[in-house]
């Protein structure tokens, strides 16, 4: 499938012209932008991933990010920056263009999916309801801090059923894109606020752990409470987790739950697919960015310092993930392939 990306030179842009290189389906054909328009990808881009630019895409022209420059393409991908900003990808699912987009504009609108292929496959059901009103087929991956946080509880919430969760975030600065967060403001410093974050974690995690009733997704009915916190990591986002539950839980139990989570043949055989989606880390001070961060080819996400709350029914925990790569570019890719794969797109 020939692919175009918008937003192709911001952080997340870059993860995915990386994670597309010799992809086995998807061919990077065309990548948009605004101040770099008319360069060469090459020579606009401000590589931060380390190496080279990949050669495939160095002599890719940026284009305007317009719909005129979309029509060649099978499918699209967004790593444009939030909210309006992204107001193109009204007019792509309008147009019927297939896109799987990692922006935040269109994760909670009621005919979009919001899918981590691990969780809620069965949300893209909802693609039939944007075929009836002649749009889409569009997808949207959720927030990285969400997607760290929400695949550990994916297995938990099916065992004990989730009553409140209480989230503290420790996230990285590529999240941020670049210059992104000023020096002056990062080092020797951590900044607990972060735009919209909070918001954003509490609406997308009810939502993917919502019910797809057949027609629409009814929000899962527990309560959510997000801290959202920048760090001074240059890669991975931590969270730490108190969890609330219906049913009592066992400690031991729940780490046999995370480590035996399998989220089944359909989509261990896609591509970006790790070989193991959740890791359970047993050593006393894991997960941390630096050691965690590529468990999976940055696809996994790492669970450690499982314990008991206060009360029988919490459990605490901590858990980690790379945020441009499972929480934005791979997660939204490995989606791209499960709809490919279930013949969506
Ligand atoms: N229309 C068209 N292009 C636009 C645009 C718009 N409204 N807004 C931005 N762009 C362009 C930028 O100008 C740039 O292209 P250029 O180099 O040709 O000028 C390109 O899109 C990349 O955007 P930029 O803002 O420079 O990237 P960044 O590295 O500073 O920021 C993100 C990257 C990821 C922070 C930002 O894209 C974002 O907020 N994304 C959505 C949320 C997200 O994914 N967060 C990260 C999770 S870890
Ligand atoms: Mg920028």
């Known amino acids: 499938m020939r692919v175009a990306l918008l937003g192709g030179?911001?952080?997340?842009?870059?993860?995915?012209?990386?994670?597309?290189?010799?992809?086995?389906?998807?061919?990077?054909?065309?990548?948009?932008?605004?101040?770099?328009?008319?360069?060469?990808?090459?020579?606009?881009?401000?590589w931060l991933l380390g190496g080279e630019v990949p050669e495939y895409?160095?002599?890719?022209?940026?284009m305007e990010t317009d719909m005129r420059n979309l029509k060649e393409v099978d499918l699209v991908f967004s790593a444009l920056p939030s909210g309006e900003a992204a107001?193109?990808?009204?007019?792509?699912?309008?147009?019927?263009?297939?896109?799987?987009?990692?922006?935040?504009?269109?994760?909670?609108?009621?005919?979009?999916?919001?899918v981590i292929p691990e969780v809620n496959p069965d949300h893209?059901?909802?693609?039939?309801?944007?075929?009836?009103?002649?749009?889409?087929?569009?997808?949207?991956?959720?927030?990285?801090?969400?997607?760290?946080?929400?695949?550990?509880?994916?297995?938990?919430?099916?065992?004990?059923?989730?009553k409140r969760i209480n989230v503290a975030s420790y996230q990285a600065i590529s999240g941020a894109?670049?210059?992104?967060?000023?020096?002056?403001?990062?080092?020797?410093?951590?900044?607990?606020?972060?735009?919209?974050?909070?918001?954003?974690?509490?609406k997308e995690s009810k939502k993917i752990l919502g019910r797809f009733n057949g027609k629409e997704v009814d929000q899962a009915g527990f309560e959510v409470q997000a801290t959202c916190v920048r760090v001074p990591v240059i890669d991975g986002h931590t969270v730490a987790v108190h969890a609330e539950f219906e049913e009592e839980v066992d400690v031991d139990e729940a780490i046999r739950i995370l480590e035996?989570?399998?989220?089944?043949?359909?989509?261990?055989?896609?591509?970006?697919?790790?070989?193991?989606?959740?890791?359970?880390?047993?050593?006393?001070?894991?997960?941390?960015?630096?050691y965690d961060r590529l468990t999976g080819k940055g696809m996994s996400v790492t669970v450690g310092r499982l314990r008991r709350g206060a009360s029988s029914n919490t459990l605490l925990f901590v858990a980690h993930g790379h945020n441009t790569i499972r929480g934005a570019a791979g997660g939204a890719i490995l989606l791209a392939e499960l709809m490919r794969s279930e013949g969506i797109i």
């Not at 009204?90 to 896109?99: L, N, T, Y």
């Open 9 to 46: 030179t911001g952080a997340v842009g870059q993860r995915f012209a990386q994670l597309l290189e010799r992809h086995p389906w998807f061919e990077l054909t065309t990548i948009t932008g605004k101040t770099s328009v008319g360069k060469k990808y090459g020579e606009a881009v401000n």
């Open 87 to 114: 107001s193109i990808e009204r007019e792509v699912m309008r147009a019927g263009i297939p896109m799987v987009s990692n922006s935040s504009l269109l994760r909670m609108d009621p005919l979009v999916p919001l």
């Open 57 to 62: 895409v160095r002599d890719l022209t940026v």
């Open 124 to 162: 893209l059901a909802l693609l039939n309801e944007q075929r009836r009103v002649g749009s889409g087929p569009v997808a949207t991956s959720p927030n990285c801090t969400t997607t760290i946080l929400v695949i550990p509880l994916k297995p938990l919430n099916d065992r004990y059923g989730i």
């Open 177 to 202: 894109g670049y210059p992104g967060v000023p020096s002056y403001d990062i080092v020797d410093n951590i900044i607990p606020f972060i735009s919209e974050e909070e918001e954003k974690v509490e």
């Open 260 to 290: 035996s989570f399998d989220p089944g043949e359909r989509i261990r055989k896609l591509p970006s697919s790790p070989e193991k989606v959740i890791v359970v880390r047993r050593e006393r001070d894991r997960p941390q960015p630096r």
